[in-house]
């Protein structure tokens, strides 16, 4: 890491901590020709792989407008879309994995996005799941109505 001071090519930590949400982790560092002082922040990678091949870094954003769209219409926030792509980036991570498929992501939006809201969850579900009849749509249907039943006994 070469100081943004005096462009030495050494630096020293002097302090580490991991961010709130632990994804991250801040290193205060010491530059021992000039002294002088800066703050680097590391991110384990983690890469996308496209239905095309294509691979690309991990984002919040395109995890929420990927779920936007089914929320059309439903009583969800930008900051609940926000919480979503925070607990997905955090379930991803917690895999090990540093590569992960779109469709895998999908996957993994499904539990956060029932617990948010069912109707978007259903036409999520529809997308990723490649539900092709009504019969796809009343099997999830009567799950969600026999965990709902669950529920009500507990
Ligand atoms: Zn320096």
Do not use: W
Not at 65 to 80: F, L
């Amino acid at each position: 890491m070469h100081c943004p001071f005096c462009r030495h090519a050494d630096s020293r930590v002097i302090d580490s901590r991991t961010s709130d949400d632990g994804l991250s982790i801040r290193r205060r560092r010491q530059c021992p020709q000039c002294g002088g002082r800066f703050t680097t922040v590391e991110t384990a990678s983690l890469n996308v792989i496209k239905r095309s091949g294509v691979i690309e870094p991990f984002s919040r954003e395109k995890v929420m407008s990927g779920v936007r769209k089914a929320c059309q219409g439903r009583p969800v926030t930008e900051g609940d879309l926000a919480m979503l792509a925070q607990a997905v980036e955090e379930a991803v991570r917690q895999t090990g994995a540093s590569q992960i498929d779109t469709n895998e992501i999908g996957l993994t939006i499904l539990g956060p996005l029932r617990d948010l809201d069912e109707v978007a969850y259903l036409r999520f579900a529809s997308v990723y799941q490649a539900f092709d009849s009504l019969e796809d749509f009343e099997a999830s249907i009567a799950q969600l109505r026999a965990d709902h039943a669950a529920e009500a006994t507990e």
